[in-house]
């Protein structure tokens, strides 16, 4: 078990000696440590079993300094930082020398973001260094988005949870770059899509790799997953299909589940409010893991929206 607190002294000093402090954002929990101590980064690695290939997204608190950390930047990014920023937009640029090999796993690019969280701003602005966060979850396995969910799992391994609450979006951040001269998403995330286009006035490219040796790691087929069997299809064919046994359902919007079916339900939100349905999804994927059934199922949602970027967390859980 982890000390949970609003300590933001506490959480100052731990960094400051080179330790791991779960902060707060509005997408999910980070699990944090000086961005510019290799061995401070070297402890998240070890504590959440992650693969040294996979680099980590820098946090600070404003536009400006996050373009001390970088050497350039294309004017369309710019836009979308100024717009979105604090809010969850992850922007991939050429990195400075000043950001270790080890948070950008060695490629030319680190990943930077300003988080939209009163605590942990006011935390990352009384530290001269950033801080690298990958989300507080052991390696493959669902976000946290509440202080009780990091010490679940991490709470051995880390010295403090700073508490910030539920998480508002529920998302990780939508990570976005420049690609042969067109703006890139690679992973879907709580900035949809279409709110990216709104902002440029252009159409972006969505190049989500799917391989062992990702670009950006939320892109690994299997991710966020639940320890328990999840299936993703038709809700009623996957009932019939899996009758001989006790279901969890996840389900989304005005659905009707066939009285005599043995099964728990947990909507994303009846009402079909996307928004709504983020901030759930980890949270109610967790609970279900943790519930007396055998199955997990779902559906995807419409691909609209925060629609996608739900679905791409759904399809990676269920591979
Ligand atoms: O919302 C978020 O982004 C949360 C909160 C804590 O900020 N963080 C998060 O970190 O989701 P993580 O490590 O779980 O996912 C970050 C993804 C990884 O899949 C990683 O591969 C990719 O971002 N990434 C980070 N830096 C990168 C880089 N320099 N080049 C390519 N991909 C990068
Ligand atoms: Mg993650």
Redesign the pocket.
Known sequence: MAEIGKDITKAKQLLQNGNLVAIP?E????LAANALNPEAVAKIFEAKQRPSF????V?TYSVKKALEYVSEINPLLLKLAEQVWPG?L?L?LPRKSCIPDLV?SG?D???I?V?NHALTLDLLKQLNFPLA???ANPFGYISPTTPQHVDKQLGQKINYILDGGGCEVGL??T?VGEENGKITV??L?GLSVEEIENIINEQVEVQLNQSSN??????LKSHYAPSKPFLLGNLKMLLSNHSDKKIGVLAFGNIAIEPGNKCLVKNLSPTGNYKEAAIHLFSYLRELDELDIELIIAEPLPEIDLGRAINDRLKRAAF
Not at 54 to 57: A, E, G, K, R, T
Not at 214 to 219: E, I, L, T
């Open positions: 954002t997408t999910v929990y980070g996979d680099p980590l997204i946090h969850p992850t991939l950008t490629l690019r680190v990943g973001r988080p966060a990958p989300s990780e951040s990570i690679y992973r995330g990702p670009k950006a790691p939320g892109q």
